[in-house]
Structures are given as C-alpha cells and as structure tokens.
C-alpha cells in the first residue's frame, strides 16, 4: 500500500500530527476498528484520561496486529472524547502512540456509553 498525507496550501495547517487527507494507492485490504474504550480484559478502567488514552490505543493495536497490521497501517483515526477539557493531553499520547504516521482525523466531543470511559477510538486501516 502507498499512503500519502496530504495537506491543501489553501486549508488550515494541521496542528498535532495528522493529515489533512489521505490518498491510497496500490492496497490490498481495508480492516475497520469498532470503537476501543479504555478498558482491559480483566475489565479495569484507569482513572486518569493519560492512562485510559494509553490503553485505549493498546486495544487499537490489538486489533491491528490481530489483522497482521502496526500503526503505519492506519489511514483514519477517529477519537470520541467525552469533554474538551482533555483535548491536549488526548493529542499528545495520540502523538507518542502514532509517532511518525499521518493518519486522517478527526476529534468528537460527544457523550460515551460508560460515563467512567473518558474516549473511545475508531479506525480505518489498508495495505
């Protein structure tokens, strides 16, 4: 798979390590990831929103080596958070997870399903 993130000169510059856009060329297969909370199998959910974004995207990653994929794979990330107040904190641990991939996104503000689940992760990813 060839992905290139593109930025449009006329748009806005993209804050926090993402794409604008994503074009995929030469893939072979698409997986979709369902939303991954912040819980582990034993069911625990941390109590902080640093360490719930960790586990969060543990689970992503689950799920992407379960499909014989990394991270590199993913070409749309989309993070459902449940207030605005962990925005910064929320982009820096995507940072540190994705380290150099330029994934399209998108951030949502929205009400989760478990109120103790501070996000919840989607994801497209190709090869």
Not at 76 to 102: C, H, M, P, W
């Amino acid at each position: 798979m060839k992905a290139r993130p593109i930025n449009s000169e006329l748009g806005p510059r993209p804050q926090g390590g993402y794409a604008q856009a994503v074009e995929l060329t030469e893939h072979r297969r698409f997986v979709l990831i369902s939303g991954q909370i912040p819980e582990d199998a034993a069911g625990t959910i941390p109590d902080n929103f640093a360490e719930q974004a960790r586990l969060a995207w543990t689970n992503v990653v689950h799920q992407l080596h379960a499909a014989e994929m990394t991270v590199a794979n993913l070409v749309k990330v989309t993070i459902f958070l449940s207030s605005r107040q962990y925005a910064l904190e929320n982009r820096q641990v995507r940072n540190e997870v994705l380290g150099d991939t330029k994934a399209a996104l998108t951030v949502i503000i929205a009400g989760i399903f478990d109120e103790r689940w501070l996000l919840e992760i989607e994801a497209i990813a190709a090869d």
